[in-house]
């Protein structure tokens, strides 16, 4: 059974530019969670997605955005990229709605993201 | 102001020794997981506790929720140079409506020498 696959594995951009990162559940996997994670600030939580629908999100700027499709993959954007966007973005996903009902979490190994 | 809060945040042993590492909060979670993340891989779920005084055992791992569901710890017995790496807890606060995503310690980077 494949894992969680996140693209690309690495990206460098420059501030101001926008960014799009992928990430593709475990198969039968309806929900896709993603999370930032630093050396500073540690994994912070992005929002999570459901059914297509937003179900949470964490408390980060409207230049983080996100979607998921119809097969559940999912896409993160982040719009006029600034310095301190530099981090690992990891994606999660779980059968269910994920945390509240204890669902278990399955990481991918993230994309790391490089901002000059 | 970091809702979980790991210590210690590095720890270096000899291999064969023990250790714990705790999780802290003074939120009431209603449920927690540990996770271990080795260098440019995503975190792997370990174990998630979801009763208060709760014990669970994986092999030489021992994970321990409080009665009030605050605050975690794991312990290791012998430890090998394989268990080397990030060990993370994260918390599901339910807040009502919806999924909540998981609150994240800042981990315990853990080097086991041989």
């Known amino acids: 059974k494949a894992g969680v696959t996140q693209t690309p594995r690495y990206l460098i951009k420059t501030r101001g530019q926008q960014v799009t990162l992928s990430c593709s559940p475990i198969?039968?996997?309806?929900?896709v969670s993603w999370y930032q994670q630093t050396p500073g600030q540690g994994l912070q939580f992005l929002f999570e997605?459901?059914?297509?629908?937003?179900?949470n999100k964490g408390n980060f700027p409207g230049r983080f955005s996100g979607r998921q499709f119809s097969n559940s993959r999912s896409e993160m954007n982040v719009s006029t990229l600034e310095l301190g966007d530099s981090a690992l973005y990891l994606c999660?996903?779980?059968?269910?709605?994920?945390?509240?009902?204890?669902?278990?979490?399955?990481f991918g190994s993230g994309t790391q993201l490089s901002v000059l | 102001t970091q809702l979980l809060e790991q210590s210690p945040q590095f720890l270096s042993i000899q291999e064969g020794e023990n250790l714990t590492v705790y999780c802290n909060s003074s939120s009431v979670f209603s449920s927690l997981q540990w996770y271990r993340q080795e260098p440019g891989e995503g975190p792997v779920l370990l174990v998630t506790?979801?009763?208060?005084?709760e014990v669970k055992k994986l092999k030489r791992l021992t994970f321990q929720f409080g009665d009030a569901r605050k605050d975690s710890s794991l312990h290791i017995t012998a430890a090998q140079p394989g268990d080397t790496g990030l060990y993370l807890c994260a918390g599901a606060i339910s807040t009502g409506g919806g999924a909540d995503g998981l609150t994240f310690g800042k981990g315990t980077h853990l080097i086991i020498q041989p």
């Open positions: 999660a996903s779980s059968r269910a709605q994920g945390a509240r009902y204890n669902e278990k979490l399955f």
């Open positions: 506790v979801v009763t208060g005084g």
């Open positions: 997605y459901f059914s297509e629908t937003q179900r």
């Open positions: 198969s039968g996997h309806r929900s």
